[in-house]
């Protein structure tokens, strides 16, 4: 008979079930919300709920921006959500901005993208910005005036960053830096106030990244030509998209655009060569977002089949009760939960200053895929009904396979987790 034991007359044992008490309350606290987590989450599950479930299919058929939801964004203060209140913003973590994007891609992803590139902006702001950069910009970023879109993708080269071909020249005579290239796939190119574009400021630096820097270009928003102060950027027409309607995603030309050395990403002293690095950290966050919109598209979509599934029925029962359907709800609803716990220990481990690099890859690579295939595994459960505009699950199943490319690809994040894996194992 074993006989059970607190461990109190061994102390090496004692000491051993502590440890693991431990980290069993570590792990535990990757679900585990504060009461803030848990009531801005409801907050914005019960706007997503009431504001923007019922409308995304009228804004996505018109492919049209949802001019109103964005306003009612504005008036919940989701644009400041990680902007410190010292310059207007909640001055949440990166794990609290994660459920709140989850709860929006639920909703729409597309939603989610108007938050996400601005989320970008902001995060190279705090991080890099000069104060003078900060006080200027973050206040009415914080307040929705102006949004930001981030700019690294051209025409001949995505995930190959260091490619780019765009080029800063400065100006002898006035110390300005002159902006001239082609960028491509700008979510929100349109209606930002405010691009950060990464440009060669140094044509002959080898290897290519230590001659790039991070510009923030300021424009009319609205506008595709801009003139005035912000002259030389043109915004041909948005692209058409099988899916992510509603958000415009357009090309950016800049054609003898000047930036001041100011507007440099850190000012022209700190931040010149340095915006490669600036904007590969930068992405690191994004991948966290990106992580966190699969989780959200994934679970709507356990969510409208496990509700279809219920209601339909075959060979005179709900084809719940079929064992093939069964299968294909388990294995759903197992991959929801270990993505968004991927994507909760990725922003828990960034936000305690910890590396997160290896994580955030994981996090992106898995989640997206899962969005992609639990969507898809629910469009089989509606069966015919899934190809039809009628039913939600149509719109998801076109807005899925972006989450596979935003922010790198599947086979980008592959390379970068093997790489990392082997990176932090070394013999």
Sequence with gaps: MVRACDGGDHPAK??????????????????????EQKAITEMVRQFVDNEIIPHAEEYDAKDEFPA??????????????????EYGGMGLDLTTYAMIVEELSRGWISISGIVNTHFIGSYLLMKYGTE???QYFLPRMATGEIRAAFSLSEPECGSDVQAIKSTATKDPETGEWVLNGQKMWVTNGLNSGVVFVLMKSDPKADPPYKGMTCFITEKEPGASVNTGKFAGLTIPPKI?????????????????YRCPPDRILGGEEAGLGQGFRQMMDALEVGRVNVAARGVGIAQRALELALRYSQERKTFGKPICQHQAIQFKLADMATKVEAARLLTYKAARL????QRSDLEAG??????????KEVVEQAFRIHGGYGYSKEYEIERLYRDAPLLLIGEGTSEIQRMVIGRKLIERNKI
């Design 68 to 85: 109103p939801i964005v306003e009612q964004m504005k008036e919940l203060g989701l644009f400041g959500v990680t902007i410190p209140e």
């Design 14 to 35: 004692a000491e051993r079930i502590q440890e693991r008490q431990g980290e069993m309350a570590v792990a535990t606290d990757l679900l585990t919300k504060t009461d």
């Design 132 to 134: 003078e950069q900060k």
């Design 240 to 256: 058409k998209k099988m899916g992510y309607k509603g958000v415009e995603s357009t090309e950016l030309v800049y054609d003898g």
């Design 362 to 371: 994981m996090a992106k690579l898995f989640a997206s895929e899962t969005g």
């Design 350 to 353: 960034k936000d305690a200053g």
